[in-house]
């Protein structure tokens, strides 16, 4: 018991020196018609460091269940979507675009997708020397 007090401590601890100061607008975008394309905007609020953000679409078969599991889309052909680029470096206080494109040309039902935008640590800014 007082080690999983120790471990939670630490844990709250140590979450303030970790943020990813992004912003990500649109939250929602709707591909239909003729506007098979869209643009999402990614923004470094951080003034002093660089952001790294890794973006992963996902295709949600069914996305009325929050249990249900998601298809990572890795072939736009198949999957019917396309997200470029794959990764971003965000200088501080920059904005980057993500480009969205639907690349299937007809659809039997409605898809819904999920696109992860996943800050992550750049490994040559970890000490590792203590």
Do not use: C
Not at 12 to 25: E, K, N, T
Not at 44 to 51: C, E, L, P
Not at 102 to 125: C, G, Q, R
Request: charged content about 20%; glycine content about 4%.
């Amino acid at each position: 018991m007082i080690y999983k007090r120790f471990l939670l401590t630490l844990l709250w601890w140590l979450s303030f020196g970790v943020h990813a100061d992004i912003g990500v607008s649109p939250i929602v975008v709707d591909l239909m018609g003729k506007d098979a394309d869209a643009e999402i905007a990614v923004k470094n609020f951080d003034t002093k460091h660089n952001a790294y953000v890794e973006i992963t679409p996902y295709h949600l078969p069914n996305p009325a269940h929050h249990s249900a599991p998601k298809k990572r889309a890795h072939h736009p052909g198949q999957d019917g979507l396309l997200v470029f680029p794959a990764k971003l470096v965000l200088l501080p206080g920059q904005t980057q675009f993500v480009r969205v494109v639907k690349t299937a040309n007809t659809l039997t039902s409605d898809k819904v997708y999920e696109i992860d935008f996943i800050p992550k640590v750049a490994t040559h800014l970890i000490n590792k020397t203590p």
